[in-house]
Structure formats: C-alpha cells, structure tokens
C-alpha cells in the first residue's frame, strides 16, 4: 500500500549529499525561496508536511531525511542517549550530517537559482539542532534558521563561523516551557549563545511539551516571511 501523501513528491535521492528527501507539491516554476525542513529523532520527512502549509506558493519546499535508519519509517541525523548529566551524542555521525546537509542546500540552490537571502532551514528536535548547526557554521548558506524544541550542540564550537560571518544571519527559536525531553533551560542557552555572537534572533515560548502547536507554526510562518 502507498502511505506516501499526495502533496509531496516521491522519495529521491539527491546526489550531491546521498540525503533522501521529498519535494512538497506543487513545486513552484520558478522558485523564489527554498525552506529545507528537518525532522527530529525517530521520525520521517512528512512529518513536517504540515509545517510548509501557509508558506508563499512560490516557495520551494523540500522534506529531507536523515541518514540514519533506527528501525522501519524512524530516522535520526545522528544517535544519541540521554544521561543524567545531558543528551550524549554521536558527534562523528552529527558531523557527517552537517556536511552532507550543506552539500545538499549549495547544490538545490545552483539547481533551482535560489541564493542564500532566498534561503532557510529549519527543524524541529534533532533537526533543529541540524540546521543551526548548517546555519552557525555556513551563515553565507542562508539567511536564517529555525530551532523548533532543539538546542545547539557544544560539538559545534570549532566549526562556528566568526560573529563577523554572523552579523546577517537569522535565528527563530521556539521551545515548549513543559518539554519532558529537551528541557526549556536548553532554549536560553542557546539564546545565550547566539546573543554572544552577534545573531539576530526570535525566541518564543508556549506553555507545551515537545512539538509543534498551531501557535509555533503561526510564528514560525510570520518570522520567516519577515526574512525572506
């Protein structure tokens, strides 16, 4: 049986980075923005299907999974366990995604003309923290990200771009206040960190757990098309 959803394409595989991803239908003739959205932990690019709802016709979305098969339709950008002390994580497997997730934004953006002002990514939990930490590293890739309940990764300090690289980027962070997974103390600290290098930046927080309310959608959409 196909459970694939019919406003999304099939899955493909993009060459220049080996990610699968979707593309969210209709895809524009000529596109004049790209929005890359990434899932979180255990979970599969049309999950966020809904989040692309509302967003200018003639943006491209694009759906992508992550690498890593936990079991049958569950996929993370890198595995994790969680301690008494914080998340642990497979700093190896976070990097090759970070890479593989910059090769595939530099090659959608040559094959649809897209620049990085036309440019955003952003996810939610583990994909989140995997567009900050494209965004952080690569701010000349984008002009913004979005961290929806994610927090960004201390891993990243050596590949953090300088605040001088920095001063145009965009940051919208949201964070529910009675998140069991991702506390929302990670929320300020990223807030902390992107303050102490010079990121513009929105922080918003709803009185949820972790995951999307209509409320973080509604900001999210009403932030990005202040950027873009």
């Known amino acids: 049986m196909n459970t694939t959803p019919s406003h999304t394409s099939e899955l493909q595989t993009n060459t220049a980075s080996d990610l699968s991803l979707r593309l969210v239908q209709p895809v524009p003739a000529q596109p004049q923005g790209l929005v890359i959205l990434l899932h979180g932990l255990g979970s599969r690019e049309t999950d966020l299907v809904e989040l692309a709802q509302g967003m200018a016709p003639d943006t491209l979305v694009v759906l992508v999974r992550g ?38 934004v530099q090659q959608l953006q040559r094959q649809y003309s897209i620049t990085a002002a ?73 807030i902390e960190l992107l303050t102490s290098l010079g990121v513009q930046h929105e922080l918003r927080l709803y009185p949820i757990g972790h995951g999307i309310s209509p409320a973080v959608h509604a900001d999210f959409l009403a932030w990005l098309a202040s950027i873009m």
């Open 67 to 104: 690498p890593i098969t936990l079991s049958p339709g569950q996929f993370a950008w890198f595995r994790l366990s969680f301690t008494g002390t914080g998340p642990v994580i497979d700093a190896e497997a976070a990097e090759r995604s970070r890479l593989a997730l910059i090769e595939l």
């Open 118 to 190: 036309q440019t955003v990514i952003a996810g939610f939990s583990q994909g989140g923290i995997l567009s900050a930490s494209v965004a952080l590293s690569q701010p000349d890739l984008v002009a913004g990200f979005g961290l929806l309940s994610g927090r960004i990764l201390p891993e990243l300090a050596p590949h953090l771009a300088s605040p001088e690289q920095l001063t145009q980027l965009q940051a919208f962070v949201s964070h529910g206040q009675l998140d069991p997974t991702l506390p929302v103390a990670w929320a300020h600290r990223s």
